[in-house]
């Protein structure tokens, strides 16, 4: 074959072949930090679920880059009575991806699968308060509270797990729904190879306008090495987590991006406020100012994180330092601890009261948070610094939650995730006297003045008034010191420099701008 | 003939004794999952654990009976080739096994197969050459390569192989193994996992060989004239090849347990990592029949090494 011949050939092929397949399709690769658990939101309570049911799934409505609601699948709404009657005026000309009109049955359909006994969702739980659901005609639809709540909106509407889902497929699919997943969102769902990829389809009828991207494809990738090995061998184009050790690394790297920014999260250590040695208030204030949490923080979570005062994250609206701060001072401590008569010590060092030593299981997870049992060592060395034997006690997270549900540590490492600034959300469930055994109040604390007041700000409707409100009851927790509040996580997140038009926000992942610029 | 069917009775023989293991190894899986601390339904509630959410979902499970009846719930689906749903996918467990065993086995094969090939040849050359420079340093290689913890080792060659020289993938399943595209991928976590073994069986055939090698037998033949590398490719290793086949019975059960670090560390969709998140999340049905299934697989494995004797060796007979 002559040379001519030879590359006529060639250029002909090379023709056929750009013929034959399409233009490169804009498809973005997630590494997820682990599978799809489940896609029916009913069933969302992990991460790597919410990340991929919010591209399928949408609510009424969703919280913007501030915190503050935004309309999604609700235009408008307004509380009446006080904050007992919710009214939701519903966006029209919307449809499920699979056909099913979007209205208000869908709306009272979502809901009141939601809360039926019989599918034994974790989502009840969000929507308790609820009384009734009415539906006033096709796209408004009305819930009454069984009291009032200010809350209401970010404790049940914006849930992950009060996504509206199609009534059509919910009946077909029954528990499979998972499998078939069907929304309004921006993407549609297309395929999910267990621990292998979930493969979704831009959705171009999206109300808000048709995605960018044509395709989004999650690979579960647990490890975190693996995953940012993959973003820098361009196996994946966006990694949802970067640790502290690799921020550098990837912010070194000329081909890729990083997006930082506060998140709604706080990271806590708990007293057993029930129990030896701290029911003493005296044995907290020591401990408080014993150890050094900035010191930790700037160590261990340089970059992906920032030191909190309070048990708001300071993204949130209601964050509040209080008056009353416990600085790194060990003399203080030993004042304290002197103060309720611990200054004998024994052979070994430590501090001893008629025959008692003063001692303190330190519980911790492994893994769960960055760094926490390295912290740990940390809070151990610095109790050893006043007198006090620390003993560390690590448990797999499963084993971890029944031990700290059960209050059998003194003190422990906790935190709390959340994707708003409500405070209602994350003070009751981890302060209020009737969550302790069992919910998350794992200090086991207990202050009517708390209760009483936690109660009020659920219930206040006026912004100014809340804020108040939740300032007293951080300036309270803070003289009873049930706990430390240790850290707030950046969501940090990065991506090839290709990955363009996405707005980082800790209100949720939206992908419906971005797209791949190579 | 005879022959034959004495294979076919041991055979069946040991597919009977599959049952009482099978059943032993559930009711030891069911009683450490009973008592290992943790709630089933506190971990698939959510953040924030609602009672009657939690009552729901006990209920739902199946939590809410006495621990016998869950047993025997359990046997009767068993039975029946019904090992539950997960309780944490609500899928069946069945069908998670089905889709993720094949790919668990296809590494451990490949895995099996690179140690075999790398150990063995390792293991008989360093005999051929005993007491030299070359026999050391594949002694002293191989307890390296048996001491380095998986885990390790995994994210080194990812290091070097993926990024660095930018050669295979770092992570996932390419493909069935007949792709190029499968090989590339099965590769790196394969070499990852055959590399304690392949060091194991090495040494194991150079003791093996060194001990045949001393044999009467070999001596004579030597004495015959019989050039060395026949001595020790025909007559030494053949017979030399009976502990290493069984090592690797074993080894295989070994690998099977190792591939849970494997598979989260290279992302490979198979059961050993599904066993762990199960472990973790306290799906109790999830964990039984990933424990079942390997257990299964370990038996017929060891039974394929029990019969490859009689071919390695005729004077071996199943009575």
Request: net charge negative; with cysteine.
């Amino acid at each position: 074959m002559s040379v001519r011949k030879y590359v006529l050939l060639v250029s002909l092929l090379v023709l056929v072949l750009a013929v034959a397949l399409p233009a490169q399709a804009q498809r973005l690769v997630i590494a997820n930090i682990g599978d799809v658990v489940k896609l029916d939101p009913a069933y969302v309570t992990d991460v790597q679920s919410s990340t991929v049911s919010n591209q399928i799934h949408e609510r009424l409505a969703v919280y913007d880059e501030s915190g503050e609601p935004q309309p999604a699948l609700a235009v408008s709404w307004e509380a009446s009575e006080g904050g007992q009657v919710w009214t939701f005026y519903l966006r029209e000309g919307v449809t499920f991806h699979d056909g099913t009109p979007f209205n208000a049955e869908a709306v009272k359909y979502t809901f009141e699968r939601l809360r039926d006994p019989e599918m034994a969702s974790p989502g009840a739980g969000d929507i308790s308060i609820v009384d009734t659901i009415t539906v006033i005609d096709d796209f408004t639809v009305q819930f009454t509270l069984e009291r009032p709540s200010a809350a209401f909106l970010s404790t049940s509407i914006m849930a992950t797990r009060s996504a509206i889902v199609s009534p059509a497929a919910a009946e077909e699919y029954g528990q499979d729904l998972s499998n078939h997943p069907v929304g309004t969102g921006p993407f549609k769902f297309v395929e999910w190879q267990p621990d292998s990829h979930v493969l979704l389809q831009a959705n171009v009828d999206y109300w808000g306008g048709a995605p960018l991207l044509s395709e989004v494809m999650f690979k579960p990738i647990p490890e975190a090495t693996t995953q940012l090995v993959e973003l820098e061998t361009q196996g994946v184009d966006f990694i949802l987590r970067v640790g502290s050790t690799d921020f550098n690394r990837i912010q070194d790297n000329p081909d890729l991006q990083i997006f930082s920014t506060p998140d709604f999260n706080a990271r806590y250590i708990f007293f057993q406020n029930q129990k030896f040695p701290f029911e003493d208030k005296n044995i907290r204030y020591a401990v408080s100012h014993a150890i050094p949490v900035d010191d930790i923080v700037t160590a261990f979570l340089q970059n992906v994180a920032v030191r909190i005062h309070g048990v708001m994250p300071e993204s949130s609206w209601a964050a509040h330092t209080p008056s009353k701060l416990f600085d790194y001072d060990v003399d203080k401590a030993k004042e304290y601890l002197a103060a309720s008569g611990w200054t004998e010590t024994n052979s070994q060092g430590y501090l001893e009261q008629d025959g008692v030593e003063l001692s303190v299981e330190i519980y911790t997870p492994d893994g769960r948070y960055p760094m926490d049992k390295e912290m740990a060592t940390v809070i151990q060395q610095s109790l050893g610094d006043i007198g006090i034997r620390g003993e560390i006690k690590v448990l797999e997270w499963g084993a971890y939650l029944a031990a700290v549900d059960d209050g059998e540590h003194q003190l422990c490492i906790l935190g709390w995730s959340q994707s708003s600034g409500e405070p209602a959300t994350m003070y009751g469930p981890q302060f209020k006297s009737h969550a302790i055994g069992g919910w998350a109040n794992a200090m086991f604390y207990h202050s009517d003045a708390v209760d009483a007041l936690l109660l009020q700000g659920e219930e206040e409707t006026d912004m100014e008034a809340r804020i108040a409100i939740y300032q007293e009851v951080q300036e309270i927790i803070a003289v009873d010191a049930p706990m430390i509040p240790m850290y707030s996580e950046y969501l940090t997140y990065a991506a090839q420099n290709h990955v363009q038009g996405y707005n980082h926000s800790p209100a949720g992942f939206d992908l419906t701008t971005v797209y791949l610029d190579k | 003939m005879e022959r034959v069917s004495r294979v076919l009775r041991h055979i069946v023989q040991r597919l009977i004794s599959l049952v009482p293991v099978v059943l032993g190894v559930s009711v030891t899986v069911f009683l450490i999952l009973q008592l290992t601390p943790g709630d089933p339904a506190r971990l698939l509630a959510g953040q924030v654990p609602d009672p009657q959410v939690l009552e729901n979902i006990r209920r739902e499970l199946g939590l809410d009976q006495p621990i016998h009846i869950q047993y025997w719930n359990f046997l009767v689906g068993a039975v029946q080739g019904d090992l539950g749903t997960s309780f944490r996918s609500g899928r069946p467990v069945i069908d998670e096994i089905r889709t993720r065993l094949p790919f668990t086995l296809e590494l451990a094969v490949v895995g099996m197969a690179i140690a075999l090939l790398v150990g063995v040849t390792a293991g008989v050359l360093a005999a051929y050459k005993r007491n030299t420079l070359y026999d050391l340093l594949t002694m002293i290689g191989s307890l390296i390569f048996v001491s380095m913890p998986g885990f390790w080792v995994a994210l080194l060659l990812m290091l070097a192989f993926s990024l660095e020289l930018r050669w295979l993938p770092a992570s996932g399943r390419g493909g069935p193994l007949w792709t190029v595209d499968g090989w590339r991928h099965v590769l790196l976590p394969a070499v990852t996992l055959s590399l304690s073994s392949a060091a194991i069986l090495a040494r194991l055939t150079r003791a093996s060989m060194v001990e045949v090698l001393n044999q009467d037998y070999i001596k004579t033949a030597r004495a015959k004239g019989v050039p060395n590398v026949v001595v020790v490719f025909k007559h030494t290793l053949k017979n030399a090849l009976i502990p290493v086949i069984t090592l690797a019975g074993i080894q295989f059960g070994d690998m099977l347990a190792n591939t849970a670090i494997i598979e989260t560390v290279f992302a490979w969709p198979g059961i050993s990592r599904v066993g762990v998140q199960a472990i973790s999340s306290r799906d109790f049905p999830m964990v039984q029949g990933v424990v079942l299934f390997v257990a299964i697989v370990f038996v017929l494995v060891n039974m394929l090494v029990d019969l490859l004797y009689v071919f390695l060796d005729p004077r071996i007979k199943y009575d």
